[in-house]
């Protein structure tokens, strides 16, 4: 009798659980299909006609026809997208490979090695997150005029060789700075010196951090306009970001919008791919501070 009574309250306790999580399962579903929405509704639009896109905010078009994503791929230049997403990737890839390369060697320094002001110095790199970019605008503009590197991709990789970004190296020196001392000591009576201990022990520990910021990089690089704007005047040159502007004729004001939405699908779809590809990485990277000792 006092088993069956145990085992009727525990079926009892079973149940609001269960209905717990199908309700925070539901909730969290809506939740995703409203963030979803834009982009199910992007790729809706890819098929509609100026007059549809207007008229309503439903995704599904009322046909199916590819016209948009051909003629957009050809665009009215004599260059077709192609080109430009080789000048995109020309650009995105540098600036992820250096940035990661630098980031690392910066934050390896102030998180484990003590030199002297560096904590002046760590202040100052913290303090360039709060300057706003367009103060550096004119300058940069001004001294790569000087040095004679306008259109050219120069002006928009060169930085990312001496780690620009603060809040990277901010959030790698949090990871290294968790990571026990023990480590260090360990690797050097096994006779690692201070290189061997990044490549070897240091970095795979922080591979989430450096996913994370090489998603970062590359989907702030893809989507950046208003640096191939300011420093590319080529049309051959120019990335997707400048290129989808281009496609908008405003002397004659008739967009054929569906084509320009649809390149602009296809100039996303490397981002979605590449973030889907990392996400656990991303997800740890961004909640996690690495180890605690």
Known sequence: MANNTVSQVHVKRKKPIK?????????LLAVALLMLYPIIWMVGA???????????????????????????????????????????????????????????????????????????LFSAMISTMFLPGVVKTIPMYLLWRDLGFLDTYVPLIAGTLFAQSAFNIFMLVQFMRGIPR?????????????IQFLFKILLPIVRPAL????LLEFMGSMNDFMGPLIYISSVEKFPVSVALKMAMD?????????????????????????????????IDGMSTGGLKG
Not at 20 to 27: L, P, T
Not at 80 to 98: L, R, S, W
């Open 46 to 120: 890819t098929f509609k006609t100026n007059a549809e896109i207007f008229s309503s905010i439903g995704f599904w078009p009322k046909s199916f026809d590819f016209t948009p994503y051909i003629k957009g791929w050809q665009t009215g230049t004599e260059f077709t997208f192609a080109t430009y997403f080789i000048n995109t990737f020309k650009i995105v890839i540098p600036k992820v490979v250096f940035t990661l390369i630098s980031t690392v060697f910066v934050s390896y320094g102030f998180a484990r090695f003590d030199f002297p002001f560096k904590k002046i």
């Open 182 to 194: 023990d480590y260090d000591e360990a690797a050097m009576m096994d006779g690692c010196n201070s």
């Open 19 to 27: 209905i717990g999580a199908i309700i925070r399962y539901v909730i």
């Open 250 to 282: 405003t002397t004659s004001g008739n967009f054929n919008w569906n084509q320009i939405i649809a390149m602009s699908v296809i100039a996303l779809l490397p981002s979605i791919i590449l973030f889907f590809s990392a996400s656990k990485q991303f």
């Open 211 to 214: 996913v994370t910021i090489g």
